[in-house]
């Protein structure tokens, strides 16, 4: 019998019996079975396989494995009213609901995050006015949940095609301000041809105001003589948008 060395050790074994601790870590000593019946509507399932409590749930799972998260998932969604509000919410906001840690808002986070760019990329890839839903789409997830107003510029080319998408003031609960010279400034120093311009209402309504319908028509003016068109000015609100040149402003 040689006494050199195997050079070719056997595979570990695991006693029988013995739970696989990776295995264990996934799903956070989930003895009732629940987490893995909800990975399985997951994975079997379309877009609506899971509530949106349960959305949250899924993700806090990967943050918090040693927890029943489901309790959590629906003081989430009470304390900042729905699933997407919940995704925009900062983290210090978050951090403030007990239980969430930075691990855990991280994860709210990036699920944000990852909406925002694949609405974006889908807004991106024609021409907006002819991609207008993924553009609605796109602003919604972005902006009507904010508690502050948001006023922004899509600058757009020759064929309609976004060239920026700038955040050009981030107001206090109810006002903003829109200055004309800079919007048309930007315009003319990157070569836009038109724009849209876009805030919302954190109240929740998309009405316009009579302010919203002066501001735009000051914007318009200044750009008609610069040969830049504003093709539009939409509201977003929780209960829904407003276009200006729907209802006849534009």
Known sequence: MSDEPNLFPAPLTRPRGKANPDRLRETGHDTSGHRSRLRQRLL????????????????LMTAIPQKDVKPLARVLIQTFGS???????????LMQVSGIKETAAASLKI?????????????????????WQALIDYLHIDMAHLTH?????????????LLL????????????????????????AIGAAALILVHNHPSGS?????ADIQVTQKIM????????????????GREGHVSLKAKGVI
Do not use: C
Request: cysteine-free.
């Open 149 to 161: 107003e948001r006023v922004r510029v899509l600058y757009l080319n020759v064929q309609n095609r």
């Open 44 to 59: 079997d399932g379309g877009d609506d396989a899971l509530a949106d409590h349960e959305v949250i749930e899924y993700l």
């Open 165 to 188: 998408d700038q955040v050009v003031s981030d107001g206090t609960l109810d006002e903003s301000a829109i200055y004309t010279r800079e919007i048309i400034a930007k315009a003319m």
């Open 221 to 236: 003016e200044a750009g008609r003589h610069l040969g830049i068109v504003v093709h539009d000015h939409v509201i977003i």
């Open 111 to 131: 699920a944000g995050i990852a909406a925002r760019r694949l609405a974006q990329t889908t807004m991106r890839a024609d021409s907006v006015l002819s991609n």
């Open 83 to 93: 699933l997407a509000a919940v995704f925009n919410a900062e983290p210090h906001a």
């Open 206 to 210: 998309p009405q316009p105001s009579k």
